[in-house]
């Protein structure tokens, strides 16, 4: 987000990698507006944080988003209610990703500012491979220990300069990463629903376990709604269909279209283009140590993702061999 990064297909699905010549340009396009639209969302959030509640601010975007990706179902004529033994996992991915998550960020940032919260947010694949070794059981590696490490390293240094400095305090980081811990839970249970269901079918169910999550701030949503000004529930109506469902769509596309795996290390622009736009529209500049933070913390995650070298066959007895 990826960060807000919201859910999306799993970059490791196949994709083909040769696209038409006439089309080259498209993949790129859609990978452009879907990072903007990411980082616009973390400055939406925090514009609207200054006058409307975490609570009530998740389930109104929660709302208008549920209802934008259930047009895009039905027009994918793929209606359909998953099957039983799906919906455990649906439930754990939407309450961690979709409710939690929007929560916690939107709580963060209320204390701390649009690009710090996008650097944090960034540490959530870390959070992945971590919590794939202990609840999926993946090997361990030093790779993995090593990411876990650095990326860890990087939260504790972007805490640290934003409790120093006058847009943000170390609350603020914790609830940033209380939601990429979220984003951890539901990108581990979409990995495993993806083979019954689509990824805009996961993604849709995921919403609506995370509005009826967030349904407890219904009546001080009501109360918000009612004395806010039409450019904020402009924003709020912007949050649910552009970062939401149309970012989706264009992500998917762009990932059908082209190389999944470089595609998806484009995700570690997010907090640069979050910083750009707050910057323009709001202001704010994250503390610079917070960058060297979030450096970090793209850092960890690259370590995650090394693999040890395969070990060289041995020779079979009595080949020859020349010294």
Known sequence: MTTTPQAGPDPRSPARTTPRPASRWLPLAAVAFTLLAWAS???????????????????????????????????????????????????AGGVGWIGVYNVALNAGEQRIDAGTAALVVQVGPVVVAALATLVLGERTTRWLYAGLAVGFAGVVLIGRASSQGPTGDLVGVLL?????????????????????LSALEVTFWFYVVGTVTCLPWTLELVDVVGRTSAADLGWWLYLGVVPSALAFLTWAYALSSSDAGSFAMTTFLVPF????????TLGEVPPAMAFVGGALCIAGVLLTRRRPRAPEPAPEPGSAQEG
Not at 176 to 196: N, R, S
């Open 176 to 196: 940033v990463l209380v939601a990429a811990v979220g984003f951890a839970v539901g990108v581990l249970t979409q990995k495993k629903l993806l083979g019954d």
């Open 41 to 91: 969302a973390f400055v939406g959030i925090r514009h609207l944080g200054e006058s409307v509640p975490p609570g009530s601010l998740a389930l109104g975007r929660l709302v208008v988003a549920t209802l934008a990706l259930g047009v895009l179902l039905v027009a994918s004529r793929r209606v359909r209610l998953p099957p039983r033994g799906a919906w455990p996992l649906l439930v």
């Open 273 to 280: 283009v979050t910083a750009l736009l707050a910057w323009l």
